[in-house]
């Protein structure tokens, strides 16, 4: 039989639902308690204000070694069960003082005591009790009121740049400069900052509350003993007061010691901002930087020296030790000197002068917009554009299997208040201007009567419109008006952008990323395609800009590789695979335009006009397509085009152009670029047997 083996943590963690720390902290939390209630025999006294003691500091080396307070999330609790065990230990031993007198037997106190207070006498009593005043003092008029300042105006900035952080964290998200994963990381971050800086703000009372009830404890203590040892016990004033005034004075110190440790953490923890280096690391590093203040400061210890009744020695060993200092670090100054000399003479200081930087690279996607748009973008007045420029990168990888490029949106003073403008490498692709206050109201058929409002044009389709207020709202939408807000507009806009540009947003880094990605579930797919002669990643590029010029997602990017595989044998023309790649896709292509009775309308062109074209068309270096026809022959085919594209329009349909050959369709494509880019065109090979055709007209020249 097989034995389970297991070790005791995972036996108590089996056995009781819980893990060992669990009921390490459940039994400091009770014991705490029971210190206030229980009598403790010496020997127990001494250990528990050791482990206080030890504690204590080890909570303070933690908080000079972390590069972040929010690393220490757990402070605020520590310092509040810190002090409460304090005081407990505190009240325990002041229980002990005045029950057992002179047969008093906490061994840490009664040596705290003696060697602050010495075999003295009265004298010794005096001293003792100063001290024990100084320390108070020090530790509630500096140490504890400054730190409990520091956190409370930490907390007060910290939560009031909450929205501006989050804000800062979502517009980086949206350009792409972090994942979702990073984005959720740093509000995770940012709300654990904001916790630990609340908790804060409330925790540092502890300490000054410990300290005022330090005080308490002493005259406590003092008052007390007199009583019970001169006036109950019968002993003498002198004797009562030497006795209970040294155990008094030795039990503050050993209470005191302790938070004078976690007062000192706070003070680190509340006035460190986050580094990515720790406390010692930081102050090392920029006590280091300078020689020439060693030098000043050896030199002036040097003259202090020789004044009169100053102490010669001590300040001759400060000065040559600045001074020794100072020698190093101009050492350390003259290496970093000669090095920078020779990255120069080498040409290697370019990225490091600013006037020689390399020149930074345009940002893919941006977008400008005038300060009265800055609203759209402000989290503290609703920041809508945010979210839906969120979602649109997400559906543009979901629509066209592009993830978009980052967008940068910046304010443009040059811009009119109310104008944005969108742009694709630099280069202007889009402009409008939005009304806040406003709806746009537009025309797109079938509108019943007209509201008041000022006429001008959709910025995305150039569709009729007008900007209404308010209060035309309810009744624009009985019309038949598609009435939409700034944000929607904004965002259709930077939509219809992406959509239409996408070849250009794919680079050839994006698409080596592609394939990277790829490779992790499809090996064989990514080698198979590395692995053909004169197809490159640059080629590949080309084949994934034309289907997205179209608007073909490249989703299915398994298929498009798969089938370039397959007739990379026939030829590595990129037109010839991006046809047959078409092809692979015929479903995902007839989806896109069929409607949901399954019929898809389209125009059809006259056979002996279709045989012209392809024929008059020729493959020029590269993956450009250009014709040779006349001038009559392209404008008479052009025109004939267009008039029938427009009467197809005027019935209220999309035009799709359907050629016969899937050979024509490039050439047909390519000839009727620059009269209407806009324009859909299909090869009968791209269309799948479950669909209806409906011609609603042809293309001929007479």
Not at 395 to 424: C, F, Q
Not at 425 to 436: C, D, I, M, P
């Amino acid at each position: 039989m097989a034995t389970l083996q297991t070790n005791p943590r995972e036996i108590i963690r089996l056995a009781f639902g819980k893990t060992p720390s669990y009921f390490a902290m459940a039994i400091l939390a009770v014991g705490t308690i029971l210190l206030l209630l229980v009598p403790l025999p010496g020997f127990m006294l001494d250990l528990l204000m050791t482990l206080g003691l030890m504690m204590s500091l080890l909570t303070l080396l933690i908080a000079l070694s972390v590069k972040s307070p929010v690393e220490f999330s757990v402070f605020p609790t520590v310092l509040l069960v810190s002090t409460v065990f304090n005081l407990a230990l505190s009240v325990a031993s002041t229980k002990m003082i005045l029950e057992r007198g002179p047969a008093f037997d906490g061994q840490l106190i009664i040596a705290f005591g003696n060697f602050v207070i010495g075999s003295r006498g009265t004298e010794g009593l005096v001293i003792g009790l100063i001290i024990f005043i100084i320390i108070i003092v020090v530790q509630v008029m500096v140490i504890t009121k400054g730190a409990t300042r520091v956190t409370e105006v930490a907390a007060r900035f910290a939560l009031d740049s909450m929205q501006m952080k989050q804000m800062a964290i979502d517009n980086e998200f949206n350009q792409g400069a972090i994942s979702e994963a990073e984005m959720n990381q740093k509000k995770k971050d940012l709300q654990k900052s904001m916790d630990f800086y609340s908790a804060m703000d409330g925790a540092g009372k502890f300490i000054s509350g410990s300290v005022k009830a330090s005080i308490l404890t002493t005259i406590v203590n003092i008052i007390g003993g007199l009583i019970i040892g001169a006036g109950i016990r019968g002993e003498a004033l002198a004797n009562a007061f030497g006795i209970y005034t040294r155990l008094t004075v030795g039990d503050g110190l050993v209470t005191q010691l302790p938070m004078l440790f976690i007062s000192v953490a706070t003070g680190l923890l509340v006035t460190r901002s986050t580094s990515e280096a720790s406390f010692d690391e930081e102050a090392t590093k920029q006590f280091s930087t300078q020689a020439r203040i060693y030098l000043i400061a050896g030199f002036f210890l040097l003259l202090m020296a020789f004044i009169p009744g100053f102490p010669t020695i001590v300040m001759l060993l400060l000065a040559g030790l600045s001074l020794y200092i100072a020698y190093i670090l101009s050492r350390r100054e003259w290496r970093a000197g000669k090095e920078h000399e020779n990255d120069v003479a080498r040409g290697e200081l370019e990225e490091r002068n600013p006037e020689m930087a390399p020149v930074v690279p345009l940002d893919t996607l941006s977008l400008e917009l005038g300060y009265s748009l800055i609203p759209l973008v402000d989290k503290e007045q609703g920041a809508e554009l945010l979210e839906r420029i969120t979602r649109i990168r997400r559906e543009a990888a979901m629509d066209l299997g592009l993830v978009a490029s980052p967008i940068r949106i910046t304010d443009n003073m040059r811009l009119e208040s109310h104008e944005y403008r969108i742009k694709i490498k630099g280069s202007e692709v889009g402009r409008g201007k939005l009304r806040l206050d406003q709806y746009l109201a537009m025309n797109t058929g079938g509108v019943i009567d007209v509201v008041p409002g000022d006429p001008t044009k959709d910025p995305a389709f150039g569709i009729d419109a007008l900007w209404i207020t308010d209060e035309y709202r309810d009744k624009a939408e009985r019309y038949g008006y598609t009435v939409v807000d700034s944000p929607s507009i904004l965002a259709t806009h930077l939509t219809e952008v992406i959509q239409s540009n996408a070849a250009s947003l794919l680079g050839r880094q994006e698409t080596q990323n592609i394939l990277d990605e790829l490779r992790k579930k499809y090996p064989a797919v990514v080698d198979a395609i590395n692995s053909i002669q004169g197809f490159n990643t640059a080629s590949l590029q080309k084949i994934l800009q034309m289907l997205l010029g179209e608007r073909v997602s490249i989703r299915d990017i398994v298929t498009i590789l798969e089938t370039i595989s397959d007739y990379a044998a026939v030829s590595t023309d990129v037109n010839f695979l991006g046809e047959k790649v078409r092809i692979a896709l015929s479903r995902q292509i007839t989806n896109q335009y069929v409607d949901d009775d399954r019929i898809l309308r389209v125009i059809t062109i006259e056979p002996s006009l279709e045989a012209m074209i392809m024929e008059a068309n020729y493959v020029s270096s590269g993956s450009s397509l250009k014709s040779t026809m006349s001038i009559e022959q392209h404008r008479a085919w052009i025109n004939a085009l267009l008039n029938t594209v427009q009467a197809v329009r005027n019935e209220g349909y999309y035009p799709i152009i359907l050629c016969a050959s899937a050979e024509a369709r490039p050439f047909v494509k390519a000839s009727a670029l620059k009269a209407d880019p806009s324009l859909t065109v299909l090869a009968s090979l791209e269309i799948t047997s479950d669909v209806q055709l409906e011609v609603l007209g042809e293309v001929r020249l007479n």
